[in-house]
């Protein structure tokens, strides 16, 4: 049963610079280990859905970072959740859930029940970010509906409002560029229709790109 939540964005930038944002992802985590959780997991989009048990290790090298998180021989993770890893520092989770970036909301739900059944007592750092089209320096190009959208799924986030994480649109997201759609209708798969209770930490937009970082419990 989901207890606890946090959200946090899938950026090597948190190495680099965002200290304000770093700082606020650090506070998310520390929240989360306080429910003393029974398993602790990391959940974060990749290009195929997969399991990692928790001492699988990740590298940032491809991203010009010399940095590995994780303490396994060969560094398996994908980016979200070779970042998350970093965020956990010393603590090891009890696992790693990669969800594919393209499953339907359906899939994502299911997975998200899945895990939200791991143990009695499950806390997850879902690693997410917004839309990747809120400016023209963003990666994507610049759209309207983004910020509409990116505030949509900042509320969701600070309102614990799985429902309206689970009704966010493939199509739509994909067009914004919400690479975190997967991974955020994952965690309301685990919430169901529990009552949590969210805040919003942070929220910040560098390059026009839509980061949050968010706590459930």
């Known amino acids: 049963m989901l207890v606890a939540a946090a959200v946090c964005p899938p950026t090597p930038l948190l190495l680099l610079q965002l200290e304000d944002l770093r700082s606020a992802c650090r506070a998310a985590v520390a929240a989360l280990r306080e429910t003393r959780p029974d398993a602790l997991i990391v959940v974060g989009g990749a290009a195929a859905t997969a399991a990692y048990d928790g001492g699988a290790a990740g590298t940032l090298r491809p991203w010009g970072i010399d940095v590995t998180s994780g303490h ?22 009890d696992g790693f859930r990669a969800v594919a970036l393209d499953a339907t909301s359906e899939e994502c739900r299911k997975y998200g029940e899945e895990v939200g059944a791991t143990a009695e007592r499950v806390a997850l750092l879902v690693m997410a970010d917004g839309s990747a089209c809120l400016s023209s320096r963003a990666p994507g190009k610049h759209d309207e509906a983004a910020k509409p959208y990116n505030d949509l799924i900042a509320r969701a986030i600070a309102g614990a409002d799985p429902a309206t994480l689970a009704a966010l649109d493939p199509e739509r997201a994909d067009r914004l560029w919400v690479s975190g759609r997967a991974a955020l209708q994952v965690l309301a798969g685990a919430a169901g229709t529990r009552g949590l209770s969210g805040r919003l930490l942070m929220e910040a937009a560098p390059y026009g790109v839509g980061y949050f970082a968010g706590l459930w419990t």
Do not use: I, K, M, N
Not at 77 to 83: A, D, E, G, Y
Not at 84 to 92: H, K, V
């Open 72 to 93: 396994g021989e060969r560094p398996v993770l994908p980016l979200s959740l070779t970042v998350g890893r970093w965020l956990l520092g010393d603590q090891a989770p």
